[in-house]
């Protein structure tokens, strides 16, 4: 395991289109989380996953955001009918439950920009 | 509402000076304090983290101060170099039960070490 891998690294889309990104874990680490950060801010929490499971949800994931992580391992998150405003860098990060303090680990990112 | 206040925005040193950021929180429930450091172009990374049943924890040049009553935590880089250069986040998250929450960041302190 070489970390957390989230693919592609950037994606240049039109607005309304929709777009998924991938985030492959380090694989056993149990919690998944997704953040979005734009520029010059620190990463705002989106949504994170025990396992398969979807645990909590920011008011900042509106109803055109999905995420998934089937069976425990991968996750997705999808935006439909993008819009300008969801240009950001969207961080995948994955831990363990009971090892918070050896911290998230993060991937490098998705870059979106909706033109 | 911010519920982490990071100051300085940016921060300028001299090669071999001490950096100093500092963060401020609300919410006393708050019980694990990480700094996080990141390049550009990557995800960020647990530098140092903290609990506040101790008041300073130091690893290598980096050291947490934490004052507890003064609900305020701060990173002190020491011999700052210019490998240092990045931008810094501190962050807090509480215990719900046994299960630490997500993290909340700081907006982040973008510092230069100047050779």
């Known amino acids: 395991d070489t970390g957390v891998s989230q693919n592609p690294r950037h994606k240049i889309t039109k607005r309304g289109q929709n777009v998924t990104f991938r985030c492959d874990p380090i694989?056993?680490?149990?919690?998944l989380y997704w953040y979005r950060q734009t520029l010059g801010q620190g990463p705002e929490f989106l949504t994170y996953?025990?396992?398969?499971?979807?645990?909590?949800k920011s008011r900042l994931l509106s109803d055109r955001f999905s995420a998934e992580r089937p069976k425990g391992s991968f996750s997705t998150l999808e935006i439909q009918r993008t819009e300008q405003g969801d240009s950001a860098m969207y961080l995948c990060?994955?831990?363990?439950?009971?090892?918070?303090?050896?911290?998230?680990?993060f991937g490098s990112g998705t870059r979106l920009t909706v033109v | 509402q911010q519920q982490v206040k990071q100051s300085p925005q940016s921060l300028i040193v001299q090669k071999g000076g001490i950096s100093i950021i500092n963060c401020a929180y609300e919410?006393?429930?708050?019980?694990?304090f990480p700094w996080y450091q990141q390049f550009p172009g990557k995800g960020p990374a647990l530098l140092i983290a903290?609990?506040?049943?101790?008041s300073e924890k130091k690893e290598g040049r980096f050291t947490i101060s934490f004052n507890k009553s003064a609900k305020q935590f701060s990173l002190h880089i020491m011999d700052s170099q210019p490998g240092d250069s990045a931008t810094y986040f501190c962050?807090?998250?509480?215990?719900?039960?046994?299960?630490?929450?997500?993290?909340?960041f700081g907006k982040g302190t973008k510092l230069s070490v100047k050779p």
């Open positions: 990060a994955s831990s363990l439950d009971d090892r918070v303090d050896y911290g998230y680990t």
């Open positions: 919410n006393t429930a708050f019980d694990y």
């Open positions: 962050a807090a998250s509480q215990n719900y039960g046994g299960s630490q929450g997500n993290l909340i």
């Open positions: 694989s056993e680490h149990n919690r």
């Open positions: 903290i609990r506040p049943d101790v």
């Open positions: 996953f025990q396992n398969e499971a979807q645990l909590e």
